[in-house]
């Protein structure tokens, strides 16, 4: 007997997906008073549902609570002898489709953490999935590359798709995104170029929720590197 099926509709030969509704993530904590004031903008201004504290993500899989007990004390000695990164804030950009709005980031050495951290975590995930993206690969909203990324790590933007990036927020009105944009770039444009240190981690197991802000943390702890 084989937990392998052949799954044609989905993704060809692959895994019968569990569905799960929590994940294990970790992410770099940004405190910088313009970049919470733009999000605040964003916010408070155009209704963005991104407002949970400023962030760089280096990990999101799919977790179930039974896996997570195992892999936790392997994550947090992980997370305990990290050293500080230096990023680089590269451009303010904006996905209009989604009318979404982000700071873009050097990655070289966010992608060295994130391959490590895909390799302690991968250990202990077997086929587990957000609902939301079974249900999406159901509806073929996915590229065969991101189709390869949810069957190895659970998430598509990840590996070879990992995307660093720090959050801004969104306008899902009916806003000007080049109104808006300038007005975001007023706050920010002297940031372009800056350096930034990460020193702060965020590491939870945490519901998942169409919104950032209404998820639930079931564990968190936050390590501060040095």
Known sequence: MTDMVEETTLLGPTKNFIPVNTCVAADFRVDVAEINQAKNLL???YASKFNIPSHITILLMPYTQTLFERVKPELERFFSSLSPIIITIKSLDCETDRKFFSLKVDEAGLLKVHRELLSIAGKYRSNELRE????????GRYEQIEKDNL????????DNLFNSHLTLGSCPGEADLEKVKGELSEILNHLIGTKIILNHVNFVFHTDSPNQSDMVELYKKEFLLS
């Open 151 to 158: 069957v190895k790590h659970g998430f598509v933007f990840t």
């Open 43 to 45: 916010a408070e201004k």
């Open 132 to 139: 939301k993206d079974i249900k999406r690969l159901e509806e």
